[in-house]
């Protein structure tokens, strides 16, 4: 099969693509930064850079394509988040039409059903409609939670001040991922025969925060290490502190308090899937530990 990643090598899709290259496919891996072209053709796939926002780029790229790995990257700079993911959504729904690909596995998110309410999110629930539209085209939806790899940026706090925590608490419910788990869902995807406009969620392991708070601590050699609950107020003025875009900002205080009420996992819990990813809390666990002591 001729298959299109996006994403160039991130967390997800450098090991999609290694995966997809050792089953014997040919793989185009798209990405904007061409210092990066020589890593991807070191995998044995090729590179196409340009822009995602670059339409008649992604048509070339996508004709001839047995399927395409679509995901929309983050962006820090955006001034209006949501309208960026929409018009990325927008820009791949247009490819798409016109390069005549039949088969689509895009990356979503839990929560992805609300339309309100859940920041970052509210962005890929536009996605999720705008490429439900394109008639004649099977496009999966693969609905990732909490990535266990975002407990990295909280390293600094964990070291300058022991702290661990967000806007919700320390009983609060968390549903995570880890992005090897995703990349082995979506090369399943790719490579299997389904129809229509679908939805699968992939998901490593559930617990509490106090929870993740604990497995962490113990791993790092903290075992006190608890996590702190902080106010919407407290968690905006720590991110901005910490130079985090205002945007960016508060849609993440946005998703936190979807996350407080429950109601992100609410689809969810009506379609849990039969099977669970690979990589448990106490594997990331170790992860973490790893990273935190280099």
């Known amino acids: 099969m001729k298959i299109i990643v996006t994403g160039s090598l991130g967390n997800i899709s450098k090991p999609l693509v290694k ?5 014997g496919h040919q793989v185009t891996v798209i990405g904007s930064d061409k210092n990066k072209a020589a890593a991807i053709g070191a995998l044995g796939a090729v590179a196409a850079i340009g822009s995602l926002a670059d339409t008649a780029f992604l048509a070339d790229t996508f004709t001839g394509a047995d399927a395409v790995y679509a995901m929309v990257p983050p962006n820090f700079g955006a001034a209006n988040l949501r309208q960026y993911m929409g018009d990325t959504g927008k820009s791949y729904a247009e490819a798409i039409q016109k390069s005549g690909v039949k088969k689509v596995v895009a990356l979503s998110s839990i929560g992805a059903h609300l339309s309100e309410g859940t920041g970052p999110i509210k962005g890929i629930h536009d996605v999720e409609g705008i490429l439900s539209g394109l ?6 939806f693969i609905r990732a939670p909490f990535f266990y790899v975002n407990l990295l940026n909280d390293i600094p706090a964990i070291k300058h001040q022991g702290i661990l925590g967000s806007n919700y608490p320390a009983d609060a419910r968390l549903v ?7 990349a082995d869902a979506v090369a399943e995807e790719l490579q299997a025969d389904f129809t229509g406009k679908s939805v699968r969620y992939i998901v490593s392991d559930e617990s509490t925060t106090a929870q993740v708070a604990t497995a962490l601590g113990k791993a790092i050699g903290k075992p006190e ?4 609950g902080f106010s919407d107020e ?3 003025q720590g991110m901005l502190q910490h130079g985090l875009p205002p945007e960016m900002a508060k849609n993440f205080v946005e998703m936190g308090t979807a996350v407080r009420s429950g109601i992100i996992w609410e689809d969810y819990d009506l379609h849990k899937p039969a099977q669970s990813g690979k990589v448990k809390l106490e594997d990331f666990a170790r992860e973490f530990a790893e990273i935190y002591n280099s």
């Open 19 to 23: 995966q997809l290259i050792e089953a």
């Open 135 to 140: 008639p004649g085209v099977a496009v999966k």
């Open 176 to 182: 995570m991922v880890h992005p090897r788990d995703i």
């Open 225 to 228: 290490l608890q996590w702190t």
């Open 234 to 236: 407290q968690a905006l």
